[in-house]
């Protein structure tokens, strides 16, 4: 089983004069469009595919991680298989190495062929070969028989360890590559160091064993490697595939069709992000149909005055002859119809600024009192002309607030013009303000002919009208209360209505103690 139990000439004088590694070393080398709407236009479609795409760098980079694992647990628990062989391998043929110093003591010393056969035996049984040294380091006898290695000096660091008192354990290669172990232990006589008893014993089963057990790991690995590169490849598809719907997705609403959805219900970073962009589609479709109902609405709201204008035109181009009382009234419907078409493009105008997120609004301490008396009077004079009376409650007096004095008093004015508008002759309107905890409240109410059930969810809305054609009539156009909404808003306030017909209607305006900060000036 082991090379030196095979007798020939020059194999032990290798093993014995080779220099080597100490014991624990491992060997070397080892949609469809509504009618009537805008239709997008097509997406020109997928783009080229990457050369490399992220399944194939997920796939890679999975494998990769996979393959330097398995390649440091494999290499680790290889080393640690060999060093744990040796170990034992070490400690077995140096308690061997002991008995034999032990058991023959004055047998060894004699260095004659009773020495010769009692190592020989030893050697056998053990499985190893033997040599026993003089207290200099030469060779008495070798357990094999060869003549030629008595008498030379062994400079191993075992012997030298061994003579000096210390038992030690060594493995070395020889010039054919193979690998030994040296043991080496004193013999010890009338306490001092008398000689040492070597002991080589190969390493083939051990590298052996080592071999096979590279082999299963490997093949351990590659099947391994195969599975996890299956696992990758389907983890690759599955976030390839996800991402590639959302770049369809978002190609589908760069080009307008904003009705697009993707469908990833997944509870990571992807299904996230899925959510975000059917959030920001949806918002983007809102904002769509709101753009184009307004557009309409806004044509609609023009083209009335315009019309008016164009018949009233008419009338005087093609009159031959007309009362000058007439002609008069013609061109004051026609400053009037002018003036209704100016007031609406200025709130348009007016409300696209609020609407627009960095145009700047700067607060400032304002007194209440002093802005509502301002508001009051302003329709004092149409409130007299239709019997109704304003009154002004403030609680407590002199209250001062972080307010836009403009956006104030322009929320104010509308709802103030809209509660005289639409209150019956001698009806009332009350305005009051209080401060209740950190928030300004104020409220404007009227007993006025009340406003249905079903209209109230959409007053805020532009150009809704709950009576149009009493809209139209009184001049309002119809971006009074939207306009409030986005001022109350800008203050970072709330807006709340209470009505119920035939029993007026209320407006509540809470503007909090600590408005948001923005840079710049705002002008109206």
Same mark, same amino acid.
């Given at each position: 089983?082991?090379?030196?139990t095979?007798?020939?000439?020059?194999?032990?004088?290798?093993?014995?004069?080779?220099?080597?590694?100490?014991?624990?070393?491992?060997?070397a080398g080892? $949609?469809?469009?509504?009618?009537?709407?805008?239709?997008?236009?097509?997406?020109?479609?997928?783009?080229?595919?990457?050369?490399?795409g992220?399944?194939?760098k997920?796939?890679? $980079?999975?494998?990769?991680?996979?393959?330097?694992?398995l390649?440091?647990?494999?290499?680790?628990?290889?080393?640690?298989?060999?060093?744990?062989?040796?170990?034992?391998?070490?400690?077995?043929?140096?308690?061997?190495?002991?008995?034999?110093?032990?058991?023959?003591?004055e047998?060894?010393?004699?260095?004659?062929?009773?020495?010769?056969?009692?190592?020989?035996?030893?050697?056998?049984?053990?499985?190893a070969r033997?040599?026993?040294?003089?207290?200099?380091?030469?060779?008495?006898?070798?357990?094999?028989g060869?003549?030629?290695?008595?008498?030379?000096?062994?400079?191993?660091?075992?012997? $030298?360890?061994a003579?000096?008192?210390?038992?030690?354990? %060594?493995?070395?290669?020889?010039?054919?590559?193979?690998?030994?172990?040296?043991a080496?232990?004193?013999?010890?006589?009338d306490?001092?160091?008398?000689?040492?008893?070597?002991?080589?014993?190969?390493?083939?089963?051990?590298?052996?064993?080592?071999?096979?057990?590279?082999?299963?790991?490997?093949?351990?690995?590659?099947?391994?490697?195969?599975?996890?590169?299956?696992?990758?490849?389907m983890?690759?598809d599955?976030?390839?595939n996800?991402?590639?719907?959302?770049?369809? +997705?978002?190609?589908?609403?760069?080009?307008?069709?904003?009705?697009?959805?993707?469908?990833?219900?997944?509870?990571?970073?992807?299904?996230?992000?899925?959510?975000?962009l059917?959030?920001m589609?949806?918002?983007?479709?809102?904002?769509?149909?709101?753009?184009?109902?307004?557009?309409? =609405?806004a044509?609609?709201?023009?083209?009335?005055?315009?019309?008016?204008i164009?018949?009233? +035109?008419?009338s005087?181009l093609?009159?031959?002859?007309m009362?000058?009382?007439?002609?008069?009234?013609?061109?004051? =419907?026609?400053?009037?119809?002018?003036?209704?078409m100016?007031?609406?493009?200025?709130?348009?105008?007016?409300?696209?600024?609020?609407?627009?997120?960095?145009?700047?609004?700067?607060?400032?301490?304002?007194?209440? %009192?002093?802005?509502?008396?301002h508001?009051?009077?302003?329709?004092a004079?149409?409130?007299?002309?239709?019997g109704?009376?304003?009154?002004?409650? #403030? #609680?407590?007096?002199?209250?001062?607030w972080?307010?836009?004095?403009?956006?104030? $008093?322009?929320?104010?004015?509308?709802?103030? =013009?809209?509660a005289?508008?639409?209150?019956? =002759? %001698?009806?009332?309107v009350?305005?009051?303000?209080?401060?209740e905890?950190?928030e300004?409240? &104020?409220?404007?109410?009227?007993?006025?002919?009340?406003?249905?059930?079903?209209?109230?969810?959409?007053?805020?809305?532009?150009?809704?009208?709950?009576?149009?054609?009493?809209?139209?009539?009184?001049?309002?156009?119809?971006?009074?209360?939207?306009?409030?909404?986005?001022? &109350?808003?800008?203050?970072?306030?709330?807006?709340?209505v209470e009505?119920?017909p035939?029993?007026?209607?209320?407006? #509540?305006?809470?503007?909090?103690?600590?408005?948001?900060?923005?840079?710049?000036?705002? %002008?109206?």
């Open positions: 089983m082991f090379s030196q095979k007798r020939g000439k020059g194999h032990a004088g290798e093993g014995a004069h080779q220099r080597g590694r100490d014991q624990g070393t491992p060997p080892g $949609t469809g469009a509504e009618k009537g709407e805008r239709v997008p236009p097509a997406p020109t479609g997928r783009r080229d595919a990457p050369r490399f992220i399944r194939t997920l796939a890679g $980079t999975y494998l990769l991680v996979i393959a330097v694992i390649v440091v647990i494999n290499g680790v628990a290889l080393r640690a298989l060999e060093e744990s062989y040796l170990h034992d391998r070490g400690v077995k043929t140096l308690a061997n190495a002991n008995i034999i110093a032990l058991a023959g003591q047998t060894l010393l004699r260095h004659d062929r009773s020495t010769f056969y009692f190592v020989r035996d030893f050697g056998t049984q053990m499985e033997v040599l026993v040294l003089d207290r200099k380091g030469r060779v008495a006898v070798d357990s094999f060869e003549k030629w290695l008595e008498g030379q000096l062994l400079e191993h660091e075992e012997v $030298t360890s003579l000096s008192g210390t038992g030690k354990t %060594g493995v070395h290669r020889l010039e054919s590559g193979e690998r030994v172990l040296y080496a232990v004193p013999i010890i006589r306490e001092s160091v008398a000689g040492a008893v070597m002991l080589v014993t190969d390493l083939k089963d051990i590298d052996e064993a080592v071999a096979d057990t590279r082999r299963l790991l490997a093949a351990v690995s590659a099947a391994g490697g195969v599975l996890a590169l299956l696992v990758g490849l983890l690759a599955h976030f390839a996800s991402l590639n719907r959302l770049a369809d +997705a978002v190609r589908m609403i760069a080009a307008g069709h904003f009705n697009r959805r993707v469908e990833i219900n997944s509870r990571d970073e992807i299904g996230l992000l899925a959510r975000d059917n959030e589609a949806a918002k983007l479709e809102e904002a769509d149909r709101t753009l184009r109902h307004f557009l309409a =609405d044509s609609h709201e023009l083209k009335t005055p315009l019309s008016s164009k018949v009233l +035109a008419q005087l093609e009159a031959k002859e009362d000058p009382e007439v002609c008069r009234d013609f061109l004051r =419907d026609i400053n009037g119809e002018a003036d209704r100016a007031a609406l493009v200025d709130d348009m105008l007016h409300l696209t600024k609020l609407d627009d997120p960095d145009y700047p609004v700067t607060f400032g301490e304002e007194r209440v %009192g002093p802005l509502l008396t508001i009051k009077g302003l329709l004079g149409e409130a007299a002309q239709k109704i009376a304003i009154h002004l409650e #403030e #609680e407590p007096q002199g209250i001062s972080p307010l836009n004095g403009q956006l104030f $008093t322009r929320i104010f004015l509308n709802l103030l =013009d809209n005289v508008r639409y209150t019956q =002759d %001698g009806g009332r009350t305005i009051t303000a209080a401060v905890g950190e300004l409240a &104020v409220r404007v109410e009227d007993n006025g002919p009340g406003i249905p059930p079903e209209a109230l969810p959409y007053i805020f809305d532009r150009f809704y009208r709950v009576d149009r054609a009493r809209s139209r009539a009184t001049g309002g156009t119809g971006l009074g209360l939207a306009i409030v909404r986005q001022a &109350v808003r800008r203050h970072g306030g709330t807006v709340a009505s119920a035939g029993k007026g209607t209320a407006f #509540e305006v809470r503007f909090p103690r600590t408005p948001p900060q923005r840079k710049g000036g705002f %002008g109206a």
